[in-house]
T-cell receptor, first 114, second 109 residues
Framework: GAVVSQHPSRVICKSGTSVKIECRSL??????MFWYRQFPKQSLMLMAT?????????EQGVEKDKFLINHASLTLSTLTVTSAHPEDSSFYIC??????????FGSGTRLTVV | KNEVEQSPQNLTAQEGEFITINCSYS?????LHWLQQHPGGGIVSLFM???GKKKHGRLIATINIQEKHSSLHITASHPRDSAVYIC???????????FGTGTSLTVIP
């Protein structure tokens, strides 16, 4: 149980375009979703915390207008990378806290901006 | 200094060897997680520990709360165990998660 489905797994986009990444909780309600970014050879870095029905909380240094997070329902949170730039190329992964279970992770999205 | 320190950073083992990965943390935690990240990037949660020891197949995780230390053991290692293993501490003061930098394990046939 406690599965988070993340799509797409890989995406290549052109500079200046926007990319949307979705995380769906399949068998539980995710009131809180965490979005992480991971650069090569580095650990996961928390970008933002999204709460269902309210504005996301962004970590210091993360641009709110560039990384749009929407958590409109208890089963879906999305991260949209707007006006993508090659430096946004990274591995993005979501995680949800599950009551009495711990944390579960999506499978991640490898974004390449060309 | 990182809140979570892992060792070793890289580990190469022969198939069948017993493997230990260590994790020390300096923050108060509600739980300690061991994660496995495959070369494609996907992350799987292996264990969540708040005390004692847990076992799943060939994997064993232990935690010593007093010493703020956890270990992940792999018995009879296999090439398919090759992955990055990440220790993550869930803070007891909120939703903060502190990640170690990971241990890259390669098991050679």
């Amino acid at each position: 149980g406690a599965v988070v489905s993340q799509h797409p797994s890989r995406v290549i986009c052109k500079s200046g375009t926007s990319v949307k990444i979705e995380c769906r909780s399949l068998d539980f309600q995710a009131t809180t979703m965490f979005w992480y970014r991971q650069f090569p050879k580095q650990s996961l870095m928390l970008m933002a915390t999204s709460n269902e029905g309210s504005k996301a909380t962004y970590e210091q240094g993360v641009e709110k207008d560039k990384f749009l997070i929407n958590h409109a329902s208890l089963t879906l949170s999305t991260l949209t990378v707007t006006s993508a730039h090659p430096e946004d190329s990274s591995f993005y992964i979501c995680s949800a806290r599950v009551l009495n279970y711990g944390y579960t992770f999506g499978s991640g999205t490898r974004l390449t901006v060309v | 200094k990182n809140e979570v320190e892992q060792s070793p950073q890289n580990l190469t083992a022969q198939e069948g060897e017993f493997i230990t990965i260590n994790c020390s943390y300096s923050v108060g935690i509600s739980a300690l997680h061991w994660l496995q990240q495959h070369p494609g990037g996907g992350i799987v949660s292996l264990f969540m520990l708040s005390s004692g020891k847990k076992k799943h197949g060939r994997l064993i995780a232990t935690i010593n709360i007093q010493e703020k230390h956890s270990s992940l053991h792999i018995t009879a290692s296999h090439p398919r165990d090759s992955a990055v293993y990440i220790c993550a501490a869930a803070s007891n003061t909120g939703n903060q998660f502190y990640f170690g930098t990971g241990t890259s394990l390669t098991v050679i046939p």
